[in-house]
């Protein structure tokens, strides 16, 4: 049971555009969300997170999105630039919990 | 500062093996995670430790795979004997308190044949 969906295997962008990358998940108890991003042949790194107490975050040229009713959050990023290509990983997990679980992955192209 | 350290990077076996792998965690960083991440998917929790205790080992196929961290410090992980589906990247990961963000390491690549 997959519990954290990210639907989009692959997205491709022009440099300076705006990408979307979305997640979706269907433990209602989730309460903390995170996004990581990975390079080839290197471990995850975190980017960005988000609380259920609030429906959005932003850092710089990040902005994380959060609607609980939904289910669904998503990572923004403008303006897109070459050095953002990689695999992006939204994790979730419940407060008093440790464990994250982690969705499958979209791995981003921006094209110069 | 330094990351996390996992060696080797790399590694061959036949099904039936036996392989370990070896975590050095961020000075300091009392939680200690392994992940198995297999292709086209996202990183599974098998085993955290706090400090040199075990706080969830739930994911762990506990019949072939172990884990240890002896001292708290750097942590091994095992597999005896390795099966095909055990082919996956194999990621350690920490951070200073069991709350905190995670920091991950290379991973360790294993091809199970």
């Known amino acids: 049971d997959q519990q954290v969906k990210q639907n989009s295997p692959s997205l491709s962008v022009q440099e300076g555009r705006i990408s979307i990358l979305n997640c979706d998940y269907t433990?209602?108890?989730?309460?903390?969300f995170l996004w990581y991003k990975k390079y080839p042949a290197e471990g995850p790194t975190f980017l960005i997170s988000?609380?259920?107490?609030?429906d959005k975050n932003e850092d710089g040229r990040f902005t994380v999105f959060l609607n609980k009713s939904a289910k669904h959050l998503s990572l923004h990023i403008v303006p897109s630039q070459p050095g953002d290509s990689a695999v992006y990983f939204c994790?979730?997990?419940?407060?008093?919990?440790?464990?994250?679980?982690f969705g499958t992955g979209t791995r981003l192209k921006v094209l110069a | 500062e330094a990351g996390v350290a996992q060696s080797p990077r790399y590694k061959i076996i036949e099904k039936r093996q036996s392989v370990a792998f070896w975590c050095n965690p961020i000075s300091g960083h009392a939680t200690l995670y392994w992940y198995q991440q297999i292709l086209g998917q996202g990183p599974k929790l098998l085993i955290q430790?706090?400090?040199?205790?075990?706080?969830?080992d739930s994911q762990l196929p506990k019949d072939r795979f172990s884990a240890e961290r002896l001292k708290g410090v750097d942590s091994t992980l095992k597999i005896q004997p390795a099966k095909l589906e055990d082919s996956a990247v194999y990621l350690c990961?920490?951070?200073?308190?069991?709350?905190?963000?995670?920091?991950f390491g290379p991973g360790t690549r294993l091809l199970v044949l």
């Open positions: 433990n209602s108890m989730f309460d903390y």
């Open positions: 994790a979730a997990k419940t407060s008093g919990t440790y464990k994250y679980i």
């Open positions: 988000i609380s259920s107490i609030k």
């Open positions: 990961a920490s951070s200073p308190a069991a709350e905190e963000t995670q920091y």
């Open positions: 430790f706090q400090n040199n205790g075990v706080v969830d």
